[in-house]
C-alpha cells in the first residue's frame, strides 16, 4: 500500500506501519480497512443474491409467480433465478420437505458457495405445516439446513417473499470481515448436530456453518 | 385390433354378459356398477391367466390398465385393476381378495407394461408382493423405509426419520 508523507500526516500514530503490513490481529476490531471493505462487500452482496430455485410443493408457484412481469423479484436484484447450487449464494426452500427428499437437499446446500443463505418459504418448510403429522414429512428444513429467514403463510404472498429477502438484505448487510467472535451461533449448545459444527469462517464475517456430517 | 375409441358399440350390460360367458367360473359377480363400468371379482391364482386372455381378448380386447389400487379393508387386503378397451369404450374393475398374511399375487406387468410402477406404488404404499415382478423396489417413499404407511396397522418407525 502506497502511503505517501501527505497521507501519512493525517493518520492516527502507528497506524502507518500496521496498514503497511496488517496483521491478522487488526481484523478481529473495526477499523478503516475492515468498515470499508464491508461496506463495499455487503452492498454488492445483498444487491445481487442469486436464488436456487428449489421449488418442492405448492408455495413454489408463488416463488414463480413473484419472478414475473406483475410482481417482479428484479426490483430487489434477485431475479437470476439459477438451476445449480454452484451458481448460487440463496437457497428458497418452498414447499413441503420429505424425507426422501432431505438428503438430496443437505447435499445440494453443501454444493453451494459460501457466503450462502436459507429461506425457509410457507409453513411447511418452516415447520411441516399442514402435513406436520405426516409419515413422510420433515417438520422444517431448519431439521436439514441453518435457515436465516422464515416466511409464514401457506402459501406466503409475493409481497411476502419480498419482506423476506428484504430482511435477508438487511441480515447480509451486517455481514463484517471484522469481530467473528460476535457472531451469534444459529443454534444453541444443545442442539443435536452441535458436536458436529464447523468451525466460523472468519474471512466472511464468522457465518457459522453448520452441517451435520451423517444423515 | 383397432385403437379408433368406441368402434365396437356395445354397452356395459353387453359387455358384461360377454366376459360373463368367456370367463364363466373364473370372474364372479360380474355386474354394470356404472353405466360404463364393468366389475368382477377374481380369486388370486387367477390373476395372470385371466390378465392375458382379458387382454387378448376377441373384437374387445381390454387393452389398457389405468390404475391399479390397494384397499386395506383390516380383514384382508384388497387389489383393483381398473381397465379400459379401448374399442368397446367401456371400463372393468377386477377386486382381487388377498389374505392380510400373505399378500402375494401374481405380476401382470408383462400383460400390460404400465402396471409396472402401479405394482410398485401398492407393494410401497400397503405392502403387496407381486410376484415376477421386474424392478420390485419402493418408488415414493426412500428405500430404507421400514413399514407400508397405508395399511391400517401401520406403526411408524423412528428409525424413518432422521431428521428430527
Ligand atoms: S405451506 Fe401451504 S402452500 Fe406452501 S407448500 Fe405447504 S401446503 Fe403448499
Redesign the interface.
Known sequence: MALTDEVKRYLPDGIAARLKYPKLADFERPNVITTTADLVFNWARSHSVFPFQYGLACCAIEMLSSGFARYDIARYGMEVFRPTPRQCDLMIVAGTVNEKMAPVLLRLYEQMAEPKWVISMGACATSGGPFYDGYNVVNGVDKVVPVDVYIPGCPPRPEALFDGMLQLQRKIQQLTFARPEKVEPLYGADAPWHADVIGPQAQFGGRVSKKRLTP | MSLQVGNVRIDADELAARLGRAFAGELMDVAVQEPDTVVARLAREKVKDVARRLHDLDETPIDSLTLISSVDYVTHLECVYHLYSYAANLYVELHVELPRGRPVVATVSDVWPSADWHEREAWDMMGIVFEGHPDPRRI???DD?IGH?LRKD?V?DVR?????
Open positions: 415414493l417413499l426412500k423405509w404407511p401401520y411408524d424413518n426419520h432422521p431428521y428430527v
